[in-house]
């Protein structure tokens, strides 16, 4: 085989269809758009519309409401926390909170306070204080021989006291 007798497959390179070339092209006139109006417009695409059905959007029921007195927690587990003890990312002498956490870059940031999840396994005796946790998790920190501290939920800058 020589390099002079690569070709491409038949039909692998179609041209283009050349549209508004004439009457004989095929393609003339409305080039394929139909009659006049909105849709022979160019960027036109009516969203959600489909034909003068009811839309989708429209057939479903509303769900649901966004509660803006919701309040995110950053949360970790267990077994994440013995890692990080591990790694003397967090001292186990001290109290294990948010900010220990993220300044041992075990957290990204505090969110609205610190969730302690029960997935894993709890070697090392820690006195944590976390905004909520798993029954599970509180029972294996206590097996190691640490605590569990409940703080209430952290209050925003905006809230009166």
């Given at each position: 085989m020589k390099l002079s007798d690569i070709a491409d497959n038949a039909g692998s390179r179609k041209k283009r269809m050349r549209v508004g070339r004439g009457i004989g092209s095929g393609k003339?006139?409305?080039s394929g758009r139909g009659g006049k109006g909105q849709t022979?417009?160019?960027?036109v695409r009516i969203k959600g519309f489909e034909g003068g059905q009811m839309p989708?959007?429209?057939r479903l029921p509303k769900r649901g409401f966004n509660n803006i007195?919701?309040?995110e927690f950053a949360e970790i587990n267990l077994d994440r926390l013995q890692e990080a003890v591990d790694a003397k990312k967090?001292?186990?002498g001290s109290v294990v909170n948010v900010e220990?956490?993220?300044?041992g870059g075990v957290l990204r940031r505090a969110k609205g306070g610190l969730r302690l999840l029960g997935r894993g396994e709890l070697k090392s005796k820690l006195n944590i204080e976390v905004h909520g946790a798993t029954k599970t998790a509180i029972a294996a920190v206590e097996k190691a021989g640490g605590s569990?501290?409940?703080l209430a939920?952290?209050?925003e800058e905006g809230e009166a006291a």
């Open positions: 003339g006139k409305q022979a417009r160019s960027g989708m959007h429209r007195f919701r309040v967090i001292d186990a220990a956490l993220v300044k569990v501290k409940i939920p952290a209050k």
